[in-house]
């Protein structure tokens, strides 16, 4: 049920965070699920990727621009682009574009978002340790999975899946707290 009485937002314009922060972490808990040797790779995460965790973060990321939030922008919409061009990647190989990436090519891909993160995650050392989490648990999943791709140990690509799946229910843990503690005023679900 959504609320009759909207939760006023201070400066005219509604917080975007939850947004983002649910669009990364269901993006990514299914993405891991898959990881993790539950199911195949199949149209529901490209799907989820290209609208959910690419598009709605994208959004987020330009209201946050609203906000004058740098790391918000920066962060949301960086990562928006990252499910797109995943997804991209994926499906430009599959329907014959052009070549897929070899694994070499992959494990530099996530290996240079794993260093764009990890310089992000010193930014929420000022910030909230729910966001410390997500980003901590971020870092170690992009360089886990650079990892498999560059040795070809797919038991690391499953472990990177346990793990990632510690990222996204941590995102989503900090989305919803966010909404929570902004409905209710007061602290519903500690953020830290």
Not at 95 to 113: C, H, K, R, V
Request: proline share 4%.
């Amino acid at each position: 049920m959504i609320p009759t009485t909207p939760v006023p937002a201070k400066d005219g314009i509604a917080n975007p965070a939850p947004l983002g922060l649910c669009a990364f972490g269901m993006t990514t808990v299914l993405l891991n699920l898959h990881n993790a040797g539950f199911f195949e790779l199949n149209t529901m995460i490209l799907a989820m990727g290209i609208f959910y965790g690419g598009l709605a973060q994208v959004i987020a990321g330009v209201i946050e621009s609203k906000k004058n939030n740098t790391f918000g922008l920066t962060a949301f919409t960086s990562y928006g682009f990252f499910w797109l061009s995943l997804a991209g990647l994926i499906l430009m190989g599959k329907w014959g574009w052009f070549t897929a990436p070899s694994d070499g090519a992959m494990a530099a891909y996530l290996g240079i978002w794993g260093l764009f993160t990890l310089g992000l995650f010193f930014g929420t050392l000022k910030l909230t340790r729910a966001l410390q989490i997500v980003f901590g648990t971020l870092v170690i999943l992009f360089f886990l999975l650079a990892a498999e791709h560059a040795t070809g140990n797919e038991s690391i690509g499953k472990f990177a899946g346990y793990e990632g799946l510690v990222c996204g229910f941590s995102a989503i843990y900090a989305g919803i707290a966010t909404v929570l503690n902004d409905v209710y005023g007061k602290t519903v679900l500690p953020l830290g």
